[in-house]
């Protein structure tokens, strides 16, 4: 079953909005990554957050985490016609190793 | 410049056939990973190696299989027996957990579309 559940599924908004993507999942983790994916391209890691950290920004970003429930948020500020992609959330089980699972994705659409 | 390199960017198999995607690294990871992705969904795991002359099945092995001979190669062959292999095949690298724990996220190559004609 799917660590990571992404939501919304779609989310459409101004140029010089904030966007706010979150995810859920359902078992005690390592940490959590944010990455986004260009249509028809590779994935590009966005942000790490570890289990023991509340808030990370870059840029204009920002993630935060609550482990209590089992979830995070991915906040763009300001967005641009750019940052139109998906976006994907990744859990790290706590292991040793790194395998992460990928949830589904929120597609973002900027209009400008 | 450091990366990942997939190639072909296209791929196009016929019924019955085998097929190589080729994943090459230089950034001097010992992780290699490879998932595949159909149109709007996630990412779901195929095989992974940590190290050299070692890897580990995913989610969705059957029909796959891979070599880890060098450290900066890790190639997928999909075999005949996937029935269903037109998909985005994506591989990534990425460094060990260090002494202090820290983790690093996935470093991701621009992906290989197979097509079944």
């Known amino acids: 079953s799917q660590q990571g559940e992404e939501d919304p599924q779609a989310l459409s908004i101004q140029e010089g909005e904030n966007a706010t993507m979150n995810c859920s999942y359902k078992?005690?983790?390592?940490?959590l990554q944010w990455y986004r994916q260009n249509s028809g391209r590779g994935l590009v890691h966005l942000i790490l957050?570890?289990?023991?950290?509340r808030e990370k920004h870059s840029g204009r970003l920002r993630v935060t985490l609550d482990t209590s429930k089992k979830s995070s948020s991915l906040l763009i500020t300001a967005s641009r016609a750019a940052d139109t992609a998906s976006y994907f959330c990744?859990?790290?089980?706590?292991?040793?190793?790194?395998?992460?699972?990928f949830g589904p994705g929120t597609s973002l659409s900027v209009i400008p | 410049d450091g990366g990942i390199t997939q190639s072909p960017k296209y791929l196009f198999r016929k019924e019955g056939q085998n097929v190589t995607l080729s994943c090459e690294q230089n950034?001097?990871?010992?992780?290699m990973y490879w998932y595949r992705q159909d149109p709007g969904q996630g990412l779901r795991l195929i095989y992974y190696s940590q190290i050299v002359n070692d890897f580990q099945k995913g989610d969705i092995a059957e029909g796959y299989s891979v070599s880890r001979e060098k450290k900066e190669s890790f190639p997928l062959t999909v075999t005949s027996a996937q029935k269903n292999p037109t998909a985005f095949y994506l591989c990534?690298?990425?460094?060990?957990?260090?002494?202090?724990?820290?983790?690093?996220?996935?470093?991701f190559g621009s992906g290989t579309r197979l097509t079944v004609v």
């Open positions: 078992t005690s983790i390592n940490n």
């Open positions: 950034l001097n990871h010992d992780a």
């Open positions: 957050i570890r289990s023991n950290e």
């Open positions: 990744a859990t790290a089980f706590t292991t040793s190793y790194d395998k992460v699972i």
């Open positions: 990534a690298s990425s460094k060990p957990r260090s002494a202090t724990g820290k983790n690093y996220g996935y470093t």
